[in-house]
Structure formats: structure tokens, C-alpha cells
């Protein structure tokens, strides 16, 4: 496939200026047009002349691994450096990928749930080494007494399963409360970790909304994206689904759905609530999109989530709008558990109060130790890299290979960590 870019043909220096939204200034080099000719893939957008190597990966994921449509953004020190599209809206490729387009992310909406938590613990509202049952009494049923609330942002809290729902569930919020709170935990809360797959949403909304009286869906909206100007939504607004990127499968298959359609795997049995998982029909419904699911519900521009990411970077401020306090961010970062293989997808892992980490050896979040952020399993990335103060987002509604992980969206993480 041909790929062209939409870039002026020679970049001059680099112009430093300030923009306080969420469509920073570019410099006069970086500007581009928007255009596609004669069936050749393009891409758009801006790019700063030092982070030229994202946008030439962008383009071979769709010269050389198929790519239907895409975006990534980056922040650098606050400043949004990369902000770039390309490709299609569905495999037909009759809908043109634009600069309003909305992603499924997937699980990086587990990340947002954690961040009102913690957004909840900086106003002193929550104590995030209080036993959840101190906000949610209903919830200390059958041995879950001891689970604290950093426990249930942290994937440790043993509650990862809800055998008393059926499939559909995930649909009816009230139902999975009250699964919720007669379920018996796998394990001592805090002794093991494994990635909460289905229920961390849930878990951590209820503590929201029993504290403020919001639905965390719109706590998220009102106290993160709305005062960033990040156009990312847990459930999408009606007027906005037309804007929605179709998910398309992975002819080379998914990891995750192999284990989830497993009926003998922790996988599966976290799935249960969960109607056809990792189905592209299922998730391309009106019901999924506008559900308001806070596992893995969310959609977004890619430049709105790197944003909120690179506010975390930046210790939890960005052009003088603070979300947390520095000190919060540097609590949520901190390691809770590292784990060769966890207990619900066998993968090795590492993981702060809500955000992932790189394992022993692992380069997911990029080089640095101290970066973090989330994957989403269809191919989304989320990144924040506090020693550098760099913040990424990638986006993609080809689904990936395997757990969040595939060569387009490693591409565009090592790209981004090659840059000086």
C-alpha cells in the first residue's frame, strides 16, 4: 500500500510558542494539510521536526502491517509535539479517518477509574488505605472485610470474578453491584496480583459514587476531561457515535479471546458477565458504545487521553490546570506488585495503584522503569514517562495480536522512546 504524508517537503526550525488547549501550537514547520489523493493512504495532522521518526512509523503500519486507521499523539514537557491520523473509519475504507474521530480504548478506561480515586484521596475525601466497606458497608460481605480501597485500583484485592451475573451484565450496572458485594474473594486481599479485567470498573465507581453521589462515568468527564479539554468519554454521547472508528479483528487472532472462550480459564470466568467477548459485532453495537462501561468502555481522540496522560507526567498539572497534587501522583506511581505470571491472564506484570509498569525486562511503557500507563487489549497505548516528561497515546481500530501488545502499536511506543 502507498502511504503519503500531508508535510511540507523540507522543515525549518522548530518555533516554541504557548497554547493552553488541547490543539497546542505547532510550529510553522510541523503544520500540515489534509488531504487524500488517488487511493493513497496519507497522513495528517501535526508533527515537530525531532519527532519525525513517530510519523514515519505511523505510515509503515499501514505501508507494511495492514493498518486500517489510526492516530497517536505525544506531549513533551507539556507541549504537544505529535498529534497525526491516518487510514479509515471501517475496513471498507469508505469513511475516512478524521481529526474528530473517537477510538475504542479499551482498558485504558481502568486507568481513569483509578485516577478518580485518586482525585478523591488529594481532596481527602477518600483514604485510600481505608477498608472499602468504610464507603460501601454492603460490600464487606463474605471475607471482604480487610479489602482496602488501594486494593481494588491496584489489582490485588482478590475480587476479580462475579459468579452471581449472567451474560449482559456488564450492561446493568446495579446487578454487578450487587454481585459484587455477595462474592467471595479468590484470595487475600493484597496477597496476589492479577489483572482485574471486568470488575475494577466497577469496583472503584462504586467508592465514587457512594462518596459523591456521581455516576463515575461523568465524575471522569467533569473533574478530568472537561477542565483538560479532552474529548474522551466513558459511554458515548448520542450525538457523538457517528464519529466512532469501527473495531475491526485481527485476521492473525487475539490471545485474549482464545483465553476468554476458554470456559476452564480465570479469564473466562471473569468474562462471564461479559456477552460475546472480544466480539467486534458486540463492540461495534450502539448498546456497548453508549453503555458507560468503566472497565473498558472508554472512546477518545488519541491527543485527548495524551494529554490527560501528560498531565500525570508533568506531576499532575498542565498549562495551569491541576487535576492532582504531586505528591498524589507520586503515591498512585508507586509499585504494588510485580508478578512472573498473575493470576488471571499468566502474563507477567508489574502494577501501581492503577496503572501499569514495566515488568522485569519488559519495554511496554517504553525504556524508562519509572514510566507508566495502560494498555488497551484491542492495541490502544497509554503512556506517561515522568523523567522525561513525555506523554503518549496510541490508537488503532485494527485489533492487535495478543493482550494489548502487536508490532504497530510496539512501533509507535519505540519510536516515540527513540527521540532524545
Known amino acids: 500500500m502507498a502511504v503519503r504524508w500531508a508535510y511540507p517537503s523540507s522543515a525549518g526550525p522548530a518555533v516554541t510558542r504557548s497554547c493552553s488547549t488541547s490543539r497546542s501550537c505547532f510550529s510553522p514547520s510541523a503544520r500540515a ?212 472508528a469501527d473495531l475491526e479483528p485481527n485476521p492473525a487472532g487475539s490471545a485474549m479471546a482464545a483465553q476468554a472462550s476458554n470456559g476452564e480459564t480465570p479469564l473466562s470466568r471473569a468474562w462471564r458477565p461479559n456477552p460475546n467477548p472480544m466480539n467486534t459485532d458486540t463492540q461495534n453495537s450502539l448498546e456497548f458504545r453508549t453503555a458507560g462501561i468503566p472497565s473498558f468502555g472508554g472512546f477518545g481522540e488519541a491527543r485527548a487521553m495524551a494529554r490527560i496522560y501528560a498531565m500525570l507526567a508533568n506531576g499532575g498539572e498542565i498549562d495551569g490546570t491541576r487535576i492532582l497534587s504531586r505528591e498524589a501522583v507520586a503515591r498512585a506511581t508507586e509499585t504494588q506488585w510485580t508478578e512472573a505470571a498473575d493470576g488471571m491472564t499468566g502474563r507477567a506484570m508489574r502494577y501501581a495503584m492503577g496503572y501499569a509498569k514495566n515488568p522485569p525486562g519488559g519495554t511496554a511503557m517504553g525504556p524508562n522503569e519509572n514510566a507508566f500507563g495502560h494498555l488497551g487489549s484491542g492495541g490502544a497505548r497509554a503512556i506517561a514517562d515522568p523523567d522525561r516528561n513525555r506523554a503518549l497515546c496510541f490508537v488503532s481500530n485494527l485489533h492487535s495480536e495478543g493482550f494489548g501488545v502487536g508490532a504497530r502499536t510496539e512501533a509507535i511506543v519505540d519510536a516515540t522512546f527513540s527521540v532524545a
Open 33 to 244: 494539510s489534509s488531504m487524500t489523493v488517488n487511493g493513497t493512504i496519507e497522513i495528517h495532522g501535526d508533527c515537530e521536526p525531532g519527532f519525525v521518526a513517530v510519523r514515519d512509523s505511523l505510515a509503515r503500519n499501514f505501508s507494511e502491517h495492514d493498518e486500517i486507521g489510526s492516530a497517536v499523539a505525544v506531549y513533551q514537557d507539556g507541549e504537544k509535539v505529535v498529534d497525526i491520523w491516518g487510514g479509515h473509519m471501517d475496513s471498507a475504507r469508505s469513511r475516512l479517518w478524521r481529526e474528530d474521530t473517537l477510538c475504542i480504548m479499551y482498558s485504558i478506561a481502568k486507568s481513569m477509574c483509578a485516577t478518580a480515586l485518586h482525585i478523591l484521596a488529594d481532596r481527602r475525601q477518600v483514604d485510600l488505605d481505608a477498608p472499602v466497606a468504610t464507603y460501601w458497608p454492603e460490600f464487606a460481605q463474605n471475607g471482604k472485610d480487610a479489602v482496602l480501597v488501594r486494593h481494588i485500583i491496584s489489582h490485588n484485592c482478590g475480587v476479580c470474578f462475579a459468579d452471581a451475573t449472567a451474560a449482559g451484565d456488564i450492561y446493568d450496572y446495579d446487578r454487578m453491584i450487587a454481585a459484587l458485594e455477595v462474592q467471595e474473594p479468590a484470595w487475600p486481599a493484597g496477597s496476589r496480583g492479577a489483572y482485574n479485567t471486568v470488575n475494577i470498573g466497577y469496583l472503584a465507581g462504586e467508592v465514587v459514587r457512594r462518596v459523591t453521589g456521581t455516576p463515575i462515568r461523568d465524575f471522569i468527564h467533569q473533574n478530568i476531561c472537561r477542565p483538560l479539554g479532552a474529548d474522551y468519554q466513558i459511554g458515548v454521547n448520542a450525538d457523538d457515535v457517528a464519529r466512532i
